[in-house]
């Protein structure tokens, strides 16, 4: 069978640019089934505000007057490989490197006995721009995962980015809440149910400025649970 021309061009692409592991270089996979191993679920449940260990992840009854989200899930350890992967991913445009985290994010939410299949999931949206710079946006990638796995529902476009900044590495995190406010209004038009919970999905929890400000808009238009889930925790 003579190859089409997007076979043609995928493999001159791979000649190119070889595949291989980013940990150990083995050459086929970004991340190599030894190197996955290395990865490890983030097992403790804590309020993402204080920091105090708790059953299922919530913000304590103390910072709950300080926080729009009701509680953060973080999905894996914050180890070198893991932020090593979700800056390729996000800087250098390899979205199969998400996918690839995939056996993990399946065995975090087998152990997660709080998940439900009511949640609906929202990525954190990209401002267009952004999205057309770099061609997805990796809180979607996050949530097909999930829907792979788990089945919940995603509202891609609950909420929309209409600031569009300079990203927020290297700020700190009183200048991060500023650089955030106002970035995400609710696109009324595909507003669902308020009395179901909302996941918004990020990659990476920092200061959490940009989960809060997403939780706050939604909060500001009826929405009564907001939570937020993350790949990792940190800087
Ligand atoms: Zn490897
Ligand atoms: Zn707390």
Redesign the pocket.
């Known amino acids: 069978m003579k190859p089409s021309g997007s076979k043609i061009s995928q493999i001159i692409w791979d000649i190119l640019f070889p595949i291989k592991c980013l940990s150990c270089h083995r050459a086929g996979e970004w991340l190599c089934a030894d190197c996955l191993a290395k990865i490890k679920i983030y097992s403790y449940y804590?309020?993402?505000?204080?920091?105090?260990e708790n059953k299922n992840g919530s913000?304590?009854?103390?910072?709950?007057p300080s926080?729009f989200l009701d509680g953060l899930l973080v999905m894996l350890e914050n180890n070198r490989l893991t932020k090593q992967l979700i800056n390729l991913a996000k800087y250098d445009f390899i979205v199969d490197l998400l996918k690839g985290l995939e056996p993990k994010i399946a065995e975090y939410l087998r152990r997660n006995l709080f998940w439900r299949d009511s949640y609906v999931l929202a990525p954190i949206p990209l401002h267009r721009r952004k999205f057309l710079e770099r061609g997805f946006n990796q809180s979607q990638i996050i949530c097909e995962v999930i829907n792979k796995i788990k089945g919940n529902e995603i509202n891609n476009s609950l909420l929309e980015k209409i600031k569009y900044h300079h990203p927020q590495v290297g700020l700190s995190a009183d200048k991060r809440r500023v650089n955030i406010t106002g970035s995400f209004k609710i696109n009324q038009n595909n507003s669902g149910d308020h009395d179901r919970t909302i996941i918004l999905v990020d990659d990476v929890y920092t200061t959490g400025s940009t989960l809060e400000a997403g939780a706050k808009e939604l909060k500001a238009n009826g929405y009564q649970n907001v939570w937020g889930l993350v790949l990792i925790k940190g800087q």
């Open positions: 804590h309020c993402p505000i204080c920091g105090q913000v304590c009854g103390y910072c709950r926080s």
